[in-house]
Nanobody, 124 residues
Framework: QVQLVESGGGLVQAGGSLRLSCAASGRTFSRYVMGWFRQAPGKEREFVAAIRWSVGLTYYADSVKGRFTISRDNAKNTVYLQMNSLKPEDTAVYYC?????????????????WGQGTQVTVSS
């Protein structure tokens, strides 16, 4: 059974940085695409970034391009989201997700597995 466990959220001032982690277990993820999504209060869940586990190719939403970096550690079976130059509008619950089809897609229904989420709050 696939399990995704996020950590690393918290409260940070605008301009600061956080690194989120997603520990994945229960499968071999080499063929998966791993994604990060976020959901702010009253808004729909939106795509942030994704990575093809096998080759490390990365994809980003325009709103975070140049500020966020997604990466993975094969030995630890962990995906990271390094978030720099944070803005108040980045405040949201951040979710890790896994797509076994291996296609990079930005829609939530493409991802079969989800973590419980971690809160990120950016103060102005």
């Amino acid at each position: 059974q696939v399990q995704l466990v996020e950590s690393g959220g918290g409260l940070v001032q605008a301009g600061g940085s956080l690194r989120l982690s997603c520990a994945a277990s229960g499968r071999t993820f080499s063929r998966y695409v791993m994604g990060w999504f976020r959901q702010a209060p009253g808004k729909e869940r939106e795509f942030v970034a994704a990575i093809r586990w096998s080759v490390g190719l990365t994809y980003y939403a325009d709103s975070v391009k140049g500020r966020f970096t997604i990466s993975r550690d094969n030995a630890k079976n962990t995906v990271y989201l390094q978030m720099n130059s944070l803005k108040p509008e980045d405040t949201a619950v951040y979710y890790c997700a896994a797509d076994p089809q291996g296609l990079v897609r930005t829609i939530t229904r493409a991802y079969d597995y989800w973590g419980q989420g971690t809160q990120v709050t950016v103060s102005s």
